[in-house]
């Protein structure tokens, strides 16, 4: 079974650092793009920052300057690096990958569980 397992989440104060990590386990041929979502109350789930493959990398504009997504490939862990926190990157922040399974080799689509980002003011 496939599956993307957080970590890092927590309380900090405004102007605070955090590391979020999310780690693909399992039968895995390959990654496609891995990426970060968040999800504040009441509001859609947005994108945050995504990388390709390739390394290339696409931020949200409320977060660029202040977010760094990578990944180590051999690890099949993509980070993201959040400095200079602000209360309103409050949320609860999901991990997505695109990748493909050695079992069918098709293309799936994965989320993770999930992990709580509070900032206070």
């Known amino acids: 079974q496939v599956q993307l397992v957080e970590s890092g989440g927590g309380l900090v104060q405004a102007g605070g650092s955090l590391r979020l990590s999310c780690a693909a386990s399992?039968?895995?041929?390959?990654?496609?793009?891995m990426g970060w979502y968040r999800q504040a109350p009441g509001e859609q789930r947005e994108l945050v920052a995504l990388?390709?493959?390739?390394?290339?990398?696409i931020y949200a504009d409320s977060v660029k300057g202040r977010f760094t997504i990578s990944r180590d490939s051999a690890k099949n862990t993509v980070y993201l690096q959040m400095n200079s926190l602000k209360p309103e990157d409050t949320a609860v922040y999901y991990c997505?990958?695109?990748?493909?399974?050695?079992?069918?080799?098709?293309?799936?689509?994965?989320w993770g569980q999930g992990t709580q980002v509070t900032v206070s003011s």
């Open positions: 997505n990958a695109h990748l493909r399974a050695t079992m069918t080799l098709q293309v799936i689509e994965l």
């Open positions: 399992g039968s895995i041929f390959s990654i496609n793009d």
């Open positions: 990388i390709t493959s390739g390394g290339s990398a």
